[in-house]
T-cell receptor, first 115, second 113 residues
Framework: DVKVTQSSRYLVKRTGEKVFLECVQD?????MFWYRQDPGLGLRLIYF???????EKGDIPEGYSVSREKKERFSLILESASTNQTSMYLC??????????????FGPGTRLTVL | DQQVKQNSPSLSVQEGRISILNCDYT??????FLWYKKYPAEGPTFLIS?????DKNEDGRFTVFLNKSAKHLSLHIVPSQPGDSAVYFC????????????FGKGTRLSVIA
């Protein structure tokens, strides 16, 4: 069964802390994504990756960075957490389908609160 | 500029009746469309999809209709059940090029018993 896991379901951090959110998928998918979900704003793409060591900026990359050292793992890094980064963070993965983004499989999400 | 729009933030429907969720898109390069369902504190799960070569796709109680000329799609749930209460996201993608899905802002469906 397809599975995407995220390191924490709930996380509370202080302003200015460096925060790591980890995502692991067991489907051998090439593509991985990080989104944040906020009320009224839907799912907004932060970063995505098509392969190991590769990364692309999404719609709202400011204040975030990513790392993909292994195919199954995609990390989201908040270099210096701020209160406006309090949100639900969702990781997803997908296989490539002839170049178009097929169905994405989502993890359960991490609810991050920055105080 | 929003390329995928779900203009109704919320919808309330009586149990057993039909739920109709709407989605409009602006990018004529989109030719594959998906609906996702999300419960609170869980990740979205894929529900149903349709490609632009079709105008209807059905899966049990769920049917998606696509009107390419109007750049409009809709998700019909018949009959609606209380367990269908969730946020529904519409997403779109072109079939060429390697670009991520574009999501709408979601519609919260409440099915009242």
């Amino acid at each position: 069964d397809v599975k995407v896991t995220q390191s924490s379901r709930y996380l509370v951090k202080r302003t200015g802390e460096k925060v790591f959110l980890e995502c692991v998928q067991d489907m051998d998918h090439e593509n991985m994504f990080w989104y944040r979900q906020d009320p009224g704003l839907g799912l907004r793409l932060i970063y995505f990756s098509y392969d190991v060591k590769m990364k692309e900026k999404g719609d709202i990359p400011e204040g975030y960075s990513v790392s993909r050292e292994k195919k199954e793992r995609f990390s989201l890094i908040l270099e210096s957490a701020s209160t406006n980064q309090t949100s639900m963070y969702l990781c997803a993965s997908s296989p490539p389908y002839q170049g178009f983004q097929g169905e994405q499989f989502f993890g359960p999400g991490t609810r991050l609160t920055v105080l | 500029d929003q390329q995928v729009k779900q203009n109704s933030p919320s919808l309330s429907v009586q149990e057993g009746r039909i739920s109709i969720l709407n989605c409009d898109y602006t990018n004529s390069m989109f030719d594959y469309f998906l609906w996702y369902k999300k419960y609170p504190a869980e990740g979205p799960t894929f529900l149903i999809s349709i490609s632009s070569i079709k105008d209807k796709n059905e899966d049990g109680r769920f049917t998606v209709f696509l009107n390419k000329s109007a750049k409009h799609l809709s998700l019909h749930i018949v009959p609606s059940q209380p367990g269908d209460s969730a946020v529904y996201f519409c997403a779109a993608s072109p079939s060429s090029g390697n670009t991520p899905l574009v999501f709408g802002k979601g519609t919260r469906l409440s099915v009242i018993a």
